[in-house]
């Protein structure tokens, strides 16, 4: 693992830092959280503007529409919009951190010319339709039933958490297209138009009261054979490759941000007279290190990713299991910082730790990630 950037890889950080300097004071206000068409709008505004400059889909290869940048580049990417303040992926996380690079990896010539430019322009929004009430940590246990019929799949069930759905327009959906194989096979990736008939959307409100996720209902929706990616009854593959994205870089901004908040907390508890706790100010230092420590483990990822061209490995859940705590622990250091006030909804720490519940459960729960360090990197055999 190497640590330590070129001067190539600091020059690209100071044109990036030069860039963000001067357009994030033009970028209109932040929309309401509950308002999602504009969300949306202001989302992919931002993706357009990212796309005038060079950056959108930096580390995505040339080919697929993207820069070809190395993940050591995306990395600096993410750490210096975050540190920045720019906007957040937002409504386009789907399509560029899942179905996009997905697409890329795993699509035909004329599914990545269909697919990614729009994307990567700000034109189109994509939804994740894995989850299933009965097929949620067990993701193999889905269905959601397609069969043939002409050129088409005819797909009926039911999907959960289906993020951003109602202002999609396409699905990254997994279907069982073998009622009769073993559960990890017969399953198979669709790309699935959201203005299709037969797809009733039904919004979750969150514990934060936010309504990003939804509940997907599918009834004989039709989906062209040709939206299928990768082989027929080979979606669980393709799966893997669209998780081990989510699980390797999806976070990266956020270890930043949490860095910042840890300091944040620091002044704050300098301020409020908290700082003269001896054991708080022990719990923000053994945070501090645990934050700094999965940092190096973002770059060791990075690295590992520079020899697997660009597709992230296993270690992306050894960083996803720690993280998940490591967010709650954070939280939780707030509400001792904040005291009373914790219980202010107002208070952007107050909704950051109601959402950081779900993050031992988003992405594949704690049991999971700890059920593929254990085989996979552990070599340990698997339960029973």
């Not at 019929?149 to 289906?162: A, E, L, N, R």
């Not at 967010?327 to 939780?332: F, I, K, V």
């Not at 910082?337 to 459960?361: A, F, K, N």
Request: proline share 7%.
């Amino acid at each position: 693992m190497d640590l330590a950037y070129t001067p190539e890889e600091e020059e690209f950080r100071a044109r990036l830092r030069e860039w963000l300097g001067k357009v994030l004071p033009t970028l209109p206000p932040k929309p309401s959280p509950d308002d999602w068409p504009a969300r949306r709008a202001y989302d992919l505004g931002w993706q357009r503007m990212l796309y005038d400059a060079g950056y959108a889909g930096l580390h995505w290869p040339v080919d697929a529409g993207g820069r070809g940048a190395t993940p050591t580049q995306h990395l600096i990417f993410l750490e210096e919009t975050e540190k920045a303040g720019a906007p957040y992926v937002g409504a386009n996380f789907v399509g560029l951190l899942h179905a996009g690079p997905t697409i890329a990896a795993e699509g035909t010539d004329e599914q990545r010319a269909r697919w990614l430019p729009p994307v990567l322009r700000g034109e189109e929004v994509w939804c994740q339709g894995f989850s299933e009430p009965d097929a949620g940590s067990d993701l193999a246990a889905l269905r959601t039933r397609a069969w043939r019929d002409g050129d088409d799949y005819v797909v009926s069930g039911s999907k959960i958490w289906t993020s951003h759905a109602e202002v999609a327009d396409w699905c990254e959906l997994l279907v069982r297209t073998d009622p009769e194989a073993p559960k990890h096979r017969g399953i198979s990736w669709l790309a699935m138009p959201m203005d299709a008939p037969g797809i009733t959307v039904r919004p979750l409100r969150t514990l934060a009261g936010s309504t990003e996720f939804a509940e997907v209902f599918l009834d004989e929706v039709r989906v062209p054979v040709a939206n299928r990616v990768g082989p027929e009854n080979d979606g669980w593959r393709v799966t893997m490759v669209t998780l081990s994205f989510e699980r390797g870089t999806a976070f990266v901004g956020e270890v930043v941000a949490s860095r910042r908040v840890l300091g944040e907390l620091a002044r704050e508890a300098r301020k409020n007279g908290r700082w003269d706790d001896p054991a708080l100010r022990r719990r923000l230092g053994r945070l501090n290190a645990e934050f700094r420590a999965l940092w190096r483990l973002t770059q060791w990822n990075v690295s590992e990713s520079e020899r697997t061209e660009g597709v992230p490995g296993i270690g992306g859940s050894v960083f996803k299991l720690r993280y998940s705590h490591a967010r709650q622990e954070l939280y939780d250091a707030a509400a001792e910082v904040l005291g009373p006030e914790s219980l202010d909804l107002s208070r952007e720490w107050t909704l950051d730790r109601l959402s950081s519940l779900s993050y031992t459960i988003a992405a594949g729960t704690s049991q999971i990630q700890r059920n593929i360090v254990a085989e996979r990197i552990l070599g340990l055999p698997k339960g029973r």
